[in-house]
């Protein structure tokens, strides 16, 4: 067992706090891995409001890259001195969803077995099975991905929640392509993945949508074609507009990607998705949230498919190296997603950036 600081969330709504937790040594299956980066994502904010379960308190972060320093007696995957990329999708391979091919829908993913705790002993929740706002954490082994150890720790490690979400919102589980427009509703870093994920598959248009200009320019510079401030048009009617100048006939987009997380939103993603699109929610709603007065003849009557898209359908082993090559590359820009490198005292501040806008992502570097 050894002792590191960390970012715990203690109670529903209270500021976080920088304390000293407990890490076991790794057992059977699992790694210790120390941090190097990790980005602040609003499912931590969300965990935090008490808006994803109360098994407060929370060891928060889960976007995070490191190198492994020790693992369980019988790990194999990887060894210590391996830069990885931590993911909240370690595959089991025996469920039913495995046992069928739909590795993306692993009901039973694993985790560390072990716990790690605050010192009086009280058991932590960690972020996702993560739990990476700390100097080093306690992961099963599964959720450790080597990638091109060349590559910048707070650039790649936002491939581990929010970019590999929304780049998999509009390829994966959107089926972004060639010939196909996609609209993207909420330009955080989650959205604007999404917008370089419909540029890596060559969609067009790629319209943005935000209420906040500050995100529809960063929007404009990963591949967006169109932009549209939802404060001042209306969104659907901009996005049906701006498909049927590209596109004879289409009265919407193809693919429709909610990355806000409230109803409205996805209400205005349902209606301007073109007959026999798609509608990909990647957003997350709190438990209290309704979609109100939708005719369900306009749920027959468009046709096409409404998803949500978890992870963006991504498995990390196949994808993460494909896109940290793609990063080395130059054809994906993940250097634009760190607006700024803070300490990890800075968590509840960045918090307080997310409702002010202008900040993509704000990476703990360690
Ligand atoms: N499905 C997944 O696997 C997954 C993974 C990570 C994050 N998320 C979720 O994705 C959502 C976005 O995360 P993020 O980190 O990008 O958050 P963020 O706070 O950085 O971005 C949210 C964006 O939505 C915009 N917005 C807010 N209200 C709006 C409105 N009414 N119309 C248009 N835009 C609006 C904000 O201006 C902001 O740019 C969150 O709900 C988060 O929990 C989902
Ligand atoms: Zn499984
Ligand atoms: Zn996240």
Not at 75 to 97: E, K
Not at 296 to 311: M, P, T
Not at 315 to 327: A, G, S, T
Request: hydrophobic fraction near 45%; include cysteine.
């Amino acid at each position: 067992m050894q002792q590191v600081k960390a970012v715990v969330a203690k109670a529903k709504g209270a500021p976080v706090e920088l304390v000293t937790i407990n890490v076991p040594d790794p057992g059977p299956g699992e790694a210790v891995v120390k941090i190097q980066a990790c980005g602040v994502c609003h499912t931590d904010l969300h965990y935090r409001e008490g808006g994803i379960n109360d098994e407060f308190p929370f060891l928060l972060g889960h976007e995070a890259a490191g190198v492994v320093e020790a693992v369980g007696a019988d790990v194999t995957s990887v060894a210590p001195g391996d830069f990885v990329i931590l993911n909240w999708r370690a595959v089991c391979g025996q469920c039913r969803a495995c046992k069928r091919g739909d590795l993306q829908y692993c009901f039973a993913t694993h985790n560390a077995t072990q716990k790690m705790t605050l010192e009086d002993g009280t058991e932590l929740s960690p972020a996702l099975g993560i739990g990476a706002f700390a100097e080093k954490t306690l992961v099963a082994a599964g959720q450790c991905t080597k990638v091109d150890p060349e590559a910048r720790p707070a650039a790649v490690g936002l491939l581990g929640c929010g970019v590999m979400a929304g780049l998999g919102a509009a390829i994966n589980t959107g089926g972004a392509s060639r010939g196909k427009s996609v609209a993207v509703i909420g330009c955080g870093g989650v959205g604007v993945a999404a917008i370089a994920g419909a540029a890596l598959a060559g969609s067009s248009p790629i319209i943005a949508v935000d209420i906040d200009a500050q995100k529809l320019e960063a929007a404009r510079g990963m591949g967006a074609t169109h932009t549209v401030d939802s404060s001042q048009l209306d969104p659907v009617e901009e996005i049906k507009r701006i498909c049927a100048e590209t596109y004879d006939g289409a009265d919407g987009a193809d693919i429709v990607v909610e990355a806000v997380g409230r109803p409205e939103t996805w209400k205005q993603a349902f209606y301007a998705r073109d007959l026999a699109g798609t509608v990909v929610l990647v957003g997350v709603p709190t438990p209290d949230m309704k979609v109100p007065d939708l005719p369900l003849i306009d749920v027959f009557g468009r046709g096409g498919a409404l998803k949500s898209s978890w992870y963006g359908d991504c498995l990390p082993d196949r994808d993460f190296p494909m896109l940290v090559d793609l990063y080395r590359q130059g054809r994906l820009d993940l250097d634009a997603f760190v607006t700024e490198e803070i300490g990890i005292d800075d968590v509840e501040a960045a918090f307080e950036k997310m409702h002010h806008g202008g900040v993509l992502r704000s990476v703990v570097v360690l």
